[in-house]
C-alpha cells in the first residue's frame, strides 16, 4: 500500500515568490495534518483536517500560510509570500483511528524540503 | 500541558548489540498514548511502536520493544540487535487521549549504529 506522498521533496526559492506543498493521504484516512520541522522548535503542528474540513489550524504561523483539502486524497499548504524564515522541512501525515482516543497513530509522508533565500 | 524530555545526547551502540533511549513525559491524563518516530538522514518520519497508558504489558514490534514505566512517567525504548540502518534519529511523543489533543514530540535523539 502506498504510504503518504508529499511532493517536491526538495523545493528551493526566493522570498515573495509563492509555494505550493502537496499532499496525498493514505487511501481511507480521514485525518490529515501538516506540520513544520526547524532544528529551533523542533516538530510543530500547523493545521489539522477531518473529512477535508479544517479542525484547528491554531498553529499557523501568520496570515501568509494556508492551507485546503478540496477532497479526501488530497491536501496543499500554500505560503505567499515566502520568507527566509519559512526555510523548514513541512511533513504531511494521515491517521484513520477515531481523533479522541489516544492510539491515533498517524503515518508521515517523506517531507518536503523548503529553502527560501 | 504536555511535555516530552528526550535529555540524551547522540547516543553509540556497536552493530549486533542493545541500545535503550531515554524518553520521560508529563501529563495529567489518565488515558494517553506514547509513540516512537525513526528519522533517518533521508528525512522521513517512520511511526516504530505504540504504548497505551492502559497497557499492562510493555508493547514489541520486532527488534523494538517500549519499556513503560508508569510511576516514572518513562518510556524508554529499547532496540536489540543494532543494524547499520538503525542509525537515525528517534523521536518520543504522546497524545492525551480527547478530540483536541495534539501529537506532541520531543527533540529527539540521534543514534550511531558502529560496524
Known amino acids: 500500500d502506498a504510504g503518504v506522498i508529499q511532493s517536491p521533496r526538495h523545493e528551493v526559492t526566493e522570498m515573495g515568490q509563492e509555494v505550493t506543498l502537496r499532499c496525498k493521504p493514505i487511501?481511507?484516512?480521514?485525518?490529515l495534518f501538516w506540520y513544520r520541522q526547524t532544528m529551533m522548535r523542533g516538530l510543530e503542528l500547523l493545521i489539522y483536517f477531518n473529512n477535508n474540513v479544517p479542525i484547528d489550524d491554531s498553529g499557523m504561523p501568520e496570515d501568509r500560510f494556508s492551507a485546503k483539502m478540496p477532497n479526501a486524497s488530497f491536501s496543499t499548504l500554500k505560503i505567499q509570500p515566502s520568507e527566509p524564515r519559512d526555510s523548514a522541512v513541512y511533513f504531511c501525515?494521515?491517521?484513520?483511528?477515531?481523533?479522541?482516543?489516544?492510539?491515533?497513530?498517524?503515518?508521515f509522508g517523506a517531507g518536503t524540503r523548503l529553502s527560501v533565500l | 500541558a504536555q511535555k516530552i524530555t528526550q535529555t540524551q545526547p547522540g547516543m553509540f551502540v556497536q552493530e549486533k548489540e542493545a541500545v535503550t533511549l531515554d524518553c520521560t513525559y508529563d501529563t495529567s491524563d489518565q488515558s494517553y498514548g506514547l509513540f516512537w518516530y525513526k528519522q533517518p538522514s533521508s528525512g522521513e518520519m517512520i511511526f516504530l511502536i505504540y504504548q497505551g497508558s492502559y497497557d499492562e504489558q510493555n508493547a514489541t514490534e520486532g527488534r523494538y520493544s517500549l519499556n513503560f514505566q508508569k510511576a516514572r512517567k518513562s518510556a524508554n525504548l529499547v532496540i536489540s540487535a543494532s543494524q547499520l540502518g538503525d542509525s537515525a534519529m528517534y523521536f518520543c511523543a504522546m497524545r492525551e487521549a480527547g478530540a483536541n489533543s495534539k501529537l506532541t514530540f520531543g527533540k529527539g535523539i540521534t543514534l550511531s549504529v558502529r560496524p
Open positions: 501525515a494521515s491517521s484513520s483511528q477515531g481523533f479522541a482516543l489516544a492510539k491515533n497513530i498517524q503515518y
Open positions: 487511501s481511507g484516512h480521514d485525518y
